[in-house]
């Protein structure tokens, strides 16, 4: 069996096992509204909160997201270069 449909099976079995996993904690919960929607808004959760490393140096987090803009930067051409 070559190694991408090996990772399809794969792919498709985890995604069964989720569907399944969620169909009974569901169907456990239906009863208790309480509960029920405190699953559902755990499966909706959103965490695109935007965090930053810990840093006790503020002015080091800054230097640290200035060096990474101006890396991005130049691996674009001037276009002034044309």
Do not use: C, G, W
């Not at 079995?13 to 755990?42: C, G, P, W």
Request: glycine letters at 0%; aromatic letters at 10%.
């Amino acid at each position: 069996m070559r190694i991408p449909q090996v990772l399809n099976q794969t792919a498709r079995a985890m995604n069964r096992a989720k569907t399944e996993y969620y169909r009974h904690l569901i169907h456990d919960n239906i009863l208790d509204q309480k509960k029920l929607f405190k699953v559902v808004k755990s499966l909706f959760k959103n965490e695109s909160e935007l965090s930053f490393p810990k840093y006790f140096d503020n002015s080091e987090l800054a230097n640290k997201i200035r060096d990474k803009d101006v890396d991005e930067v130049q691996m674009f051409p001037s276009q002034s270069q044309e």
